[in-house]
């Protein structure tokens, strides 16, 4: 798919401020740091609409980025952080578990996982929530460039059998090795057709 005019559209940290319409929405979760900005930014070949960042948990707030009008990325507060306070941890996962729930638009949760890693607790807590929730979701496993390319499909298959996957997709990515980024784009593209 290509986007001619991504736009970012709003920073909503209630309901009442998210957008209004019905368009479809493809949302990003995964830990602080593993590259839910950096993943928007590449898709759309841009450096910067979707702002990322060294230092892990800034973002505390829901961006919708708005695609051509025809679907929104909407990028939540990453989990996991370790220097986050217990309180603010309360409330990014609460904010990230009160979209979930009130999000009539979710078209596809895309769970972002470090190819490098085993799942953090965290990310296996997303997960199951994610499951739970029956959305439709697919799991990236990102910075996919840190390891060799001949490794990439025996990492992906180490973290598939951690996670139990069998008939969903998971599929490797990368914002710096961009080979990747048509398959994403393909998968995406089942999910918000036809709306
Ligand atoms: N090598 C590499 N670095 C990445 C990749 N994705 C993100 N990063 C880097 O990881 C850091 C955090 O990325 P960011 O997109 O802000 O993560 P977020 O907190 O999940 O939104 C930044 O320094 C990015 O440049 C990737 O695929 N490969
Ligand atoms: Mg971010």
Redesign the pocket.
């Known amino acids: 798919m290509i986007i001619n005019n991504p736009k970012f559209e709003i920073s909503a940290v209630s309901k009442k401020q998210y957008p209004k319409g019905n368009l479809p929405e493809v949302v ?1 979760v ?10 928007v ?2 898709m759309i070949n841009r450096k910067n609409l ?5 230092v ?1 948990g ?2 505390r707030q829901i961006n919708f980025y708005n695609m051509d009008n025809k679907f929104y990325f909407v ?1 939540l507060p ?1 989990y996991g952080y370790s220097k986050m306070s217990k309180k603010e941890k309360v409330i990014s996962g609460g904010f990230i578990e009160q979209y979930l729930e009130e999000g009539s638009n979710i078209a596809l949760i895309i769970l ?1 996982l470090d190819i490098r890693h085993k799942p953090t607790s965290d990310d296996l807590l997303m997960y199951d929530y994610i499951l739970k929730s029956n959305l439709p979701f697919m799991v990236l496993t ?5 390891i060799a390319i001949t490794k990439v499909d025996n990492e992906l298959e180490k973290i598939k059998e951690i996670l139990g996957i069998s008939y969903s997709t998971i599929l490797p ?5 961009k080979v990747y980024q048509e398959k994403v784009w393909e998968e995406i593209e089942k999910f918000i057709k036809d709306e």
Request: charged content about 30%; glycine content about 8%; overall charge positive.
């Open positions: 990003l995964g830990k602080s740091n593993v590259g839910k900005s950096s993943f930014n590449t979707a702002r990322t960042s060294n892990p800034k973002t990028d990453g972002l990102n910075k996919a460039d840190k990515f990368s914002s710096e090795r």
